[in-house]
């Protein structure tokens, strides 16, 4: 099975989120950018996560910070679907052990890529 959709696919599906993620919310919720519409991480991010050992997928959790903002939250998985996550203990002690978790992305709002060609930002 292929995983790779056309830009037609993505940008209707993009787009669409774009054009009702608010009202999607409970009116209390809206216009509080809840929900995002994009993130961006760094590749150096992503090839942390994809080096963790054993790893043969990502997988995407979302989560929500205090202010109720939405986040994606990126860790490996093994080939039998395993979380590979670090030790509880690990960042409390300063651990190197492996495993990962990715978030701390550049969300869109507020920083939003400014190509004004960009067919996902335009629905």
Do not use: W
């Given at each position: 099975?292929?995983?790779?959709?056309?830009?037609?696919?993505?940008?209707?599906?993009?787009?669409?989120?774009?054009?009702?993620?608010?009202?999607i919310?409970?009116?209390?919720?809206?216009n509080?950018?809840i929900?995002?519409?994009s993130?961006t991480?760094?590749?150096?991010?992503?090839?942390?996560?994809?080096?963790?050992?054993?790893?043969?997928?990502?997988?995407?959790?979302?989560?929500?910070?205090?202010g109720?903002k939405?986040?994606?939250?990126?860790?490996?998985?093994?080939?039998?679907?395993?979380?590979?996550?670090?030790p509880?203990?690990?960042?409390?002690?300063?651990?190197?052990?492996?495993?990962?978790?990715?978030?701390?992305?550049?969300?869109?709002?507020?920083?939003?890529?400014?190509?004004?060609?960009?067919?996902?930002?335009?629905?």
């Open positions: 099975m292929t995983h790779e959709i056309t830009l037609a696919e993505a940008t209707a599906m993009i787009n669409r989120y774009a054009t009702n993620r608010e009202t919310l409970a009116p209390t919720h809206q509080q950018d929900l995002a519409i993130e991480l760094p590749r150096q991010a992503i090839e942390s996560l994809l080096q963790v050992t054993g790893c043969s997928q990502m997988r995407i959790y979302y989560g929500m910070d205090e109720l939405v986040h994606a939250i990126l860790v490996a998985v093994d080939a039998a679907g395993k979380n590979l996550l670090p509880a203990t690990a960042y409390l002690n300063g651990s190197e052990d492996d495993g990962v978790i990715i978030e701390r992305a550049i969300r869109c709002p507020p920083l939003c890529p400014d190509d004004a060609d960009n067919p996902f930002m335009n629905p």
